[in-house]
């Protein structure tokens, strides 16, 4: 890769390497914002200065794997992002911010500030390409906020991302540069992306296991499970009786009623009645395939996430969940963080949840 193929980028490649401070780098799917962080940060490292990368496109990952905002620190010049090993990561659960706009704007500024720890000439954020839309504009715009960039680079075909943009038109604080998309770039099919995104998946899980953690020794995040009180077996047996389907496990936690069934129920019309009975405000229905091939993130105690896994069994007799992970040293997980993608572990997306149904 070499700057001399990109005429259209290079006086801005140039005069950021010399500057430094945090840049943000905003586009459509396929406007080569990766390919425009690559450039920056080799130009960057070829003058001695120190560069931090933080790959926040949780779909198109690079740096660590999908699902995840990933925190890169080269020390020499690379040919693709991906030849450089995630120092950290913070976990989304996602492979689109769209649903999980809060989870995907608060990793992006812990990977921030643990790359500001570093302190770097240069710190690089690589975006989604999620630009249109509602959602989009409140996450980037709260992105600006969050980081404060020091400059903002819009890689355009025409004006699409003047919307995100508009908060700072009278900044005094960030540049915005703004440029067209590379004559040589080049738009990939969704089958390709997919396929990607699959094979990440696929090199990160190579080597993984299958380890039990107990209920009673880990606290879960993302979800309702294990947050409350199991329901007893003669409550449980009327929650049988009033669906019409098996209930394997049930607990009641803050006014809500959260339900593992076999299939998820056909006649709604007893909802109201069993939340009356209950005493509860809320109630969600998980059918047990809604679990299936989950992916989680793993954390310590302090919550910094340090593998990813995929949940495989769930046995609510001994209180035991099933992660298969590369993960060897298992002990330091005290936090099992829900996302909502469901993963196999060939890497093949099967499926993802909407937030609030485990």
Not at 77 to 88: F, G, K, T, Y
Not at 189 to 194: D, G, K, Q, V
Request: proline fraction near 6%; aromatic fraction near 6%.
């Amino acid at each position: 890769m070499r700057i001399e193929d990109y005429p259209e980028w290079r006086e801005t490649i140039e005069s950021l390497a010399e500057t430094g401070g945090t840049t943000l780098i905003l586009g459509g799917t396929d406007t080569g914002k990766t390919t425009f962080c690559t450039l920056l940060a080799n130009a960057t490292l070829e003058r001695g200065e120190r560069v931090a990368i933080v790959d926040a496109d949780i779909g198109q990952s690079e740096i660590g794997p999908p699902g995840c905002v990933s925190l890169g620190l080269p020390d020499a010049p690379v040919a693709a992002l991906s030849q450089i090993p995630p120092a950290r990561f913070a976990f989304v659960g996602a492979t689109s911010p769209r649903h999980h706009l809060l989870e995907h704007a608060v990793a992006v500024r812990q990977m921030c500030d643990c790359a500001r720890s570093s302190q770097p000439f240069l710190l690089l954020i690589d975006t989604t390409g999620m630009i249109q839309g509602p959602a989009a504009r409140r996450l980037k715009q709260s992105k600006l906020t969050l980081l404060q960039p020091d400059h903002v680079v819009a890689i355009q075909q025409k004006a699409e991302c003047e919307a995100l943009l508009s908060p700072l038109r009278f900044s005094d604080a960030a540049k915005v540069h703004r440029l067209p998309i590379a004559s040589v770039i080049r738009k990939k099919t969704p089958a390709l992306r997919a396929q990607r995104r699959a094979g990440r998946f696929a090199l990160y899980f190579q080597n993984a296991e299958t380890r039990l953690f107990q209920f009673d020794e880990v606290a879960m995040s993302g979800t309702w499970l294990n947050g409350g009180s199991p329901l007893p077996t003669p409550q449980r047996k009327t929650l049988i009786s009033l669906l019409g389907v098996h209930v394997f496990y049930a607990e009641m936690c803050d006014r809500h009623l959260g339900v593992i069934t076999n299939v998820m129920p056909r006649d709604q019309d007893h909802y109201g009645l069993i939340q009356e009975q209950f005493r509860q405000q809320a109630l969600t229905i998980t059918p047990a395939a809604k679990l299936r091939h989950l992916l989680i993130g793993l954390a310590d105690q302090n919550g910094r996430t340090v593998a990813l896994g995929t949940l495989e069994s769930l046995n609510f007799r001994t209180r035991e969940i099933g992660i298969f992970t590369p993960l060897r040293a298992a002990s330091a997980v005290k936090l099992l963080q829900f996302g909502i993608v469901r993963v196999k572990p060939d890497g093949t997306e099967v499926g993802a949840n909407l937030p609030g149904d485990v």
